[in-house]
Nanobody, 126 residues
Framework: QVQLVETGGGLVQAGDSLRLSCAAS????????MAWFRQAPGKEREFVAA????????NYADSVKGRFTISRDNAKNTLYLQMNSLSPEDTDLYYC???????????????????WGQGTQVTVSS
């Protein structure tokens, strides 16, 4: 089993920045792919960014490309999401996800991931 805990959410103003963290524990050696998703009430979970835990591949949703950066610290078993130039449209509950499958073209699909955190709320005021 893998446990994921997100931190770093909060209330900010449009144009501000936030950095989310996701600490992984348990059988972390099984992780090969990690990602961030977000979800608003009543909507489907939306892909934000993903990376290979052991390689260099990264991918982003078009809506965040150029503003968000996904990164990792393998020594700390921690995933990050640096979010710049935030807008009210970025207001959502943000989830960290991990998969024991190798990074491939299905990185954007929520069903691809076996482990999820509890989510951290990001609210951007105008």
């Amino acid at each position: 089993q893998v446990q994921l805990v997100e931190t770093g959410g909060g209330l900010v103003q449009a144009g501000d920045s936030l950095r989310l963290s996701c600490a992984a524990s348990g059988r972390t050696l099984r992780i090969f792919t990690m990602a961030w998703f977000r979800q608003a009430p009543g909507k489907e979970r939306e892909f934000v960014a993903a990376l290979s835990w052991i390689g260099t591949s990264t991918n982003y949703a078009d809506s965040v490309k150029g503003r968000f950066t996904i990164s990792r610290d393998n020594a700390k078993n921690t995933l990050y999401l640096q979010m710049n130039s935030l807008s009210p449209e970025d207001t959502d509950l943000y989830y960290c996800a991990a998969s024991v499958q190798y990074y491939d073209t299905n990185y954007y699909s929520p069903s691809r991931y076996e482990y999820w955190g509890q989510g951290t709320q990001v609210t951007v005021s105008s």
